[in-house]
């Protein structure tokens, strides 16, 4: 990581924290969930947090047809992700 600029930094030690917190928090769990629920606690707990303050917002676009992921019409990811993830409540 020596010659990563400051957001590519910050986004990987965004990525290693929501990790290591998703794990941490499926393993304190003593619940009699199969082990099918528990991928999709943690998975959906995974994407869902997304977000970090020091990176403010992402902007998600295909790299093939330069359409945005928030326009046409307008969404705001965190709005609807939870409509199309398993183990959301």
Not at 20 to 35: G, I, R, T, Y
Not at 54 to 74: A, F, G, H, Q
């Amino acid at each position: 990581m020596g010659n990563w600029n400051g957001f590519q930094k910050e986004f990987m030690k965004t990525l290693a924290d929501i990790q290591e917190n998703c794990v941490q928090m499926a393993l304190s769990q003593n619940d009699n969930q199969s082990l099918e629920d528990k991928y999709y606690d943690i998975t959906s707990e995974i994407i869902i947090r997304y977000g970090n303050p020091n990176i403010r917002k992402w902007k998600v676009t295909c790299e093939k047809t330069k359409e945005s992921l928030k326009d046409n019409p307008y969404i705001e990811l965190h709005d609807v992700v939870c409509n199309y993830l398993k183990g959301v409540d």
